[in-house]
């Protein structure tokens, strides 16, 4: 089992990156799938999830107009689209998963049944 998040990058503010998270070993169906990211400093926070089977998505006030999560089943893979970046959008970005059945757990990082290594976000002023 295992997850891959890439896509991060150097960018300016106002620019646009699509993460990727690459899943293998398990069927997206079965879990809720999430993103992450750590400033350097602070916590490691939620920032949306999706849930493939229940066609339901959730996003954090830090990025709620801004993001778009998405997933490729074919690819079993996750995507997060980020518009409009800020400097404080600036962090390592994860994704991780859980499975189903404890979905509404998916931001209590004691819980997460898989982490991917983390992708790092840039976003100069």
């Known amino acids: 089992v295992q997850l891959q998040a890439s896509g991060g990058g150097l960018v300016q503010a106002g620019d646009s990156l699509r993460l990727s998270c690459a899943a293998s070993?398990?069927?997206?169906?079965?879990?809720?799938i999430g993103w992450f990211r750590q400033a350097p400093g602070k916590e490691r926070e939620g920032v949306s999830d999706?849930?493939?089977?229940?066609?339901?998505?959730y996003y954090a006030d830090s990025v709620k107009g801004r993001c778009t999560i998405s997933s490729d089943n074919a690819k079993n893979t996750v995507y997060l689209q980020m518009n409009s970046l800020k400097p404080e959008d600036t962090a390592v970005y994860y994704c991780?998963?859980?499975?189903?059945?404890?979905?509404?757990?998916?931001?209590?990082?004691?819980?997460?049944?898989?982490w991917g290594k983390g992708t790092q976000v840039t976003v100069s002023s």
């Open positions: 991780a998963a859980v499975s189903l059945d404890r979905a509404w757990t998916i931001f209590n990082l004691a819980t997460i049944d898989y």
């Open positions: 999706i849930s493939t089977s229940a066609r339901s998505t």
């Open positions: 070993g398990f069927n997206l169906d079965n879990y809720v």
